[in-house]
């Protein structure tokens, strides 16, 4: 198989924000508790917060995690996790069958976040509550003093305000198994009529509302037609979220799936524009990509879980090798598309569809999708390219057309570094990449980082780390042009300087 690429400093896409490579800590199953929160480990900190995991969060350089929920966040009273601890009550969780006990809450969380180097995008309850509570949570997180809320958070220890920019209006409203489903037009007219209230306590704050669960809703897109009919001016992001698994062990056209999630994007900018085009806006509606992942492995042991346990393992996926190359050629489509997606949260950080995995009271280790998240992570940033690529291309029983090669590049101007992430899709044979460099001249290869291994079910687990990358790629620069063989079935990450 053999490959080209025209890389350009000159055919931008967009300088890429930085927030597409954030995550997503639920109070679900051991996402809080035992995950980033196991006081009595011999590696908590003095709040209790486990070191080992936020040093590999830290690694992973998170700039920004989604909180408290998904559906949790549908039946949460934020008051719950707020003042004295002992005085926090344990509450029901309907959307996982748990018991929360509301050792960690708001300010806890914004605790970790800021030792892990993170912003906060904190949603908001639109299921079981409304305006009242939003409003009151943003004056609570973010009044400088002297109202009611604001004053609170004082007496809890919070002399200065939490300063949380971006938040959820709600989330997955138009899922049945949410707390408080609604159709599109009563989501849309509660989401702005929060939006206004929390816009009205502060100004500065950026607004998601939620686009569809996934693309197989039967109300996907007209759930965005609509509601963002409503909310078009008071929204600054309309949310997508979208889990893809092998269940048929068709891996030809498992590592496709990046495609479909393509569409999606494309499918949503353009609702988004019809909106626009339609109030004769000249606001530009962004992308919060704010779930996506590989969710399946755990499906089956979830089902056999006794309701009301506190901090179960819940959606705890073992992930394999081939999943972190389904992971690669996700983000590599966040790039594609980063002039209009400007938000993304891997879901979620720890224990649950993570790539960080704890041990109750034990060791903490990477997921094999840990590796392509930190190289987009710590390499991704700067201008996305779009490159011109010429790749053969195959048919899977899903797809049509699949390209073998799926890459993009990234300039980063400033450190003056060129960064090509490249999978080689192909099952049996290696791709030869012929990448045509011609304005990056003067550039050599720094190095050729791979993840590669024989069995593409191959996992990590706490006593090894089977899937791991290493960088003895064989990329090299020769009359301007980078050239490189691609293993099969591997992840590459070729950077110039
Ligand atoms: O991330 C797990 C769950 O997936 C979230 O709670 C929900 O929003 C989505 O359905």
């Known amino acids: 198989l053999r490959a080209t690429m025209i890389v350009d400093k000159a055919f931008i896409i967009s300088t890429i924000d930085a927030r597409i490579y954030g995550s997503f800590v639920e109070h679900l199953g051991r996402a809080v508790y035992n995950g980033i929160y196991e006081p009595g480990h011999p590696l908590a900190d003095e709040q209790g917060f486990r070191k080992d995991v936020l040093e590999m969060v830290k690694e992973l350089q998170v700039p920004i995690v989604r909180y408290p929920g998904g559906n949790f966040v549908s039946g949460y009273n934020w008051e719950d996790g707020v003042g004295p601890r002992e005085q926090r009550p344990r ?42 509570a939003a409003r009151n949570l943003v004056e609570y997180c973010n009044h400088q003093g002297g109202s009611y809320w604001s004053d609170l958070r004082k007496q809890h220890g919070y002399a200065e305000p939490h300063r949380i920019k971006t938040w959820c209006l709600g989330n997955e409203m138009d899922g049945p198994w949410q707390i408080g489903h609604k159709t599109a037009d009563e989501y849309g007219r509660l989401a702005v009529e929060t939006a206004k209230a929390m816009k009205w306590v502060d100004p500065g704050l950026e607004l998601v509302a939620c686009g569809s669960s996934n693309t197989a809703m039967p109300t996907f897109p007209q759930w965005e037609a609509t509601t963002l009919e409503h909310t078009y001016e008071a929204a600054d992001f309309i949310s997508l979220h979208q889990y893809y698994g092998n269940r048929s062990n068709d891996t030809a056209s498992y590592l496709a799936y990046s495609m479909d999630m393509d569409h999606f994007i494309r499918t949503i900018i353009s609702t988004c524009d019809y909106v626009k085009a339609k109030k004769r806006s000249k606001k530009t509606m962004f992308l919060s990509f704010d ?207």
């Open 91 to 132: 509450r029901l969780d309907l959307a996982w069958r748990t018991t929360e006990t509301n050792q960690i809450g708001t300010n806890e969380f914004v605790d970790w976040a800021k030792k892990a180097g993170s912003e906060v995008m904190m949603a908001v309850n639109l299921g079981t509550r409304g305006i009242d």
């Open 291 to 497: 779930e996506w992942n590989v969710w399946f492995h755990s499906n089956d042991a979830d089902k056999r879980l006794e309701p009301w346990a506190i901090a179960p393992p819940q959606l705890e996926d073992i992930y394999t090798f081939e999943d972190a190359l389904l992971v690669g050629s996700m983000l590599i489509t966040l790039l594609r598309h980063s002039d209009r997606v400007r938000m993304a949260c891997m879901a979620q950080l720890v224990n649950v569809i993570a790539p960080i995995m704890t041990a109750n009271g034990g060791a903490s280790w990477k997921q094999t999708i840990f590796y392509p998240y930190l190289h987009a992570s710590v390499y991704g940033r700067g201008v996305a390219l779009q490159p011109v690529v010429s790749s053969p291309k195959y048919d899977s029983k899903e797809f049509t057309d699949v390209p073998y090669l799926d890459s993009i590049a990234v300039h980063h101007p400033e450190k003056d570094e060129l960064t090509v992430f490249a999978i080689n899709r192909s099952l049996e044979k290696s791709l030869t990449l012929e990448c045509d460099i011609r304005s990056f001249a003067d550039y050599a290869i720094i190095e050729h980082i791979v993840l590669e291994h024989d069995d593409l079910k191959a996992v990590n687990t706490a006593e090894h780390e089977a899937v791991r990358p290493h960088n003895n790629g064989n990329a090299i620069v020769q009359d301007g042009r980078v050239k490189a063989e691609l293993s099969k079935h591997s992840w590459n990450v070729i950077r110039l300087g």
